[in-house]
């Protein structure tokens, strides 16, 4: 118990340092944010963020948005944005794409295809059950 007590404490302080650094850093230098998958993106746009010193409800302003929903992306992870709302935060934070290189894994996309068809299956199925509660 005491390693997992150690190991939340560390990630704590790294994530603490993280910060720091954001928050610390020359706004006259560019900042890179260096990632290893695109779906760190979320952590990009938050850190890019913090590094502004910007506020959640100044970025929402800065979208014409209402400042909970800057609160609902970052808490979410930005799962609850559109694409198309991710691309207009990346352009109000002046986040850019320098290099990038995407690999494919076919085996792994074997792995996930059968994953993948059950979830269909799960969701198929529950949507019946909702129109035939719906039907009744």
Request: overall charge negative; some cysteine.
């Amino acid at each position: 118990m005491r390693e997992s007590i150690q190991s939340h404490l560390d990630t704590f302080r790294a994530e603490i340092a993280e910060y720091e650094r954001l928050v610390a850093c020359d706004r006259t230098q560019y900042l890179k944010i260096e990632v290893d998958s695109i779906l760190e993106l979320p952590r990009v746009l938050i850190k890019a963020r913090i590094a502004a010193k910007m506020t959640q409800k100044e970025l929402a302003d800065r979208l014409g948005l209402e400042e909970n929903r800057i609160k609902q992306y970052e808490d979410s992870d930005y799962q609850c944005a559109s694409w198309m709302e991710i691309i207009d935060i990346t352009e109000a934070l002046a986040v850019e794409l320098k290099t990038a290189s995407f690999g494919v894994d076919f085996q792994e996309m074997e792995i996930r295809k059968t994953s993948l068809a059950e979830f269909v299956e799960r969701q198929r199925k529950q949507l019946e059950v909702k129109a035939q509660k719906v039907e009744k």
